[in-house]
């Protein structure tokens, strides 16, 4: 069974600070997708990775994907309040055997 | 634009109670799921459709029973729940023809049994 690990579990930060979140496997994945889920909210889409050492630019979000294709990162740069939510790694193969991480709960204070 | 859509947003159901969640998607895509959200726990994949056909079936209760009428209908079946399912259940679909399956969310159904 692959499994998804996601650190911190919970991150609360002050406006204008940068922070990382990770997302971890043993397992190989041929892509990885992160989302962010508001409460009381489905996930959002916000990147796939597909390609080992790829980086991925999403205005103040940039994100990583491992070399192995095991692991992922998401730095974000200036957090704002807005940025507040549950961030989400899910890798699947080939669309077979989607796993979702626990998730990143990050709080942004103004 | 609402991409996918689920209803009801809320329920509340006893035990004996029979209730139906649905879901649709308006994105041509051309595979479904239903995923179960509890209170710290991951994401829990229940049922994949994949062109109507049933092509995952994650060792769910048989008190949870999916059907998938076409590719834009999504529909969860329940029936003598228990307390432990009260959960946020969430649709979602996604493109099955290359080689990437992004999923897209709906908002999904708070579940409170009773």
């Known amino acids: 069974t692959q499994l998804l690990e996601q650190s911190p579990q919970f991150l609360s930060i002050q406006e204008g600070e940068n922070l990382t979140v990770y997302c971890n496997s043993s397992s190989v994945f041929s892509s990885l997708q992160w989302y962010r889920q508001e409460p009381g909210e489905g996930p959002v889409l916000l990147v796939t990775?597909?390609?080992?050492?790829e980086v991925k630019k999403l205005k103040r979000l940039t994100f990583q994907f491992g070399d192995a294709r095991k692991d992922s990162s998401l730095h974000i740069t200036a957090a704002q309040p807005g940025d507040t939510g549950l961030y989400l790694c899910a890798g699947d193969n080939y669309g077979q055997n989607f796993v979702f991480g626990p998730g990143t709960r990050l709080s942004v204070l103004p | 634009e609402t991409g996918v859509t689920q209803t009801p947003r809320h329920l509340v159901m006893g035990m004996t109670n029979k209730k139906s969640l649905k879901c649709e998607q308006h994105?041509?895509?051309?595979?479904m799921y239903w995923y179960k959200q509890s209170a710290k726990k991951p994401l829990e994949l229940m049922f994949v459709y994949n062109f109507k056909e049933q092509t995952e079936n994650n060792s769910v209760p048989s008190r949870f029973s999916p059907e998938c009428p076409n590719s834009s209908h999504l529909f969860l079946h329940l029936h003598t729940l228990q307390p432990e399912d009260s959960a946020l259940y969430l649709c979602?679909?996604?493109?099955?023809?290359?080689?990437?399956?992004?999923?897209?969310f709906g908002p999904g159904t708070r579940l409170t049994v009773t």
């Open positions: 994105l041509g895509h051309n595979a």
């Open positions: 990775v597909v390609t080992g050492g």
């Open positions: 979602a679909s996604s493109e099955t023809s290359g080689k990437i399956y992004e999923q897209y």
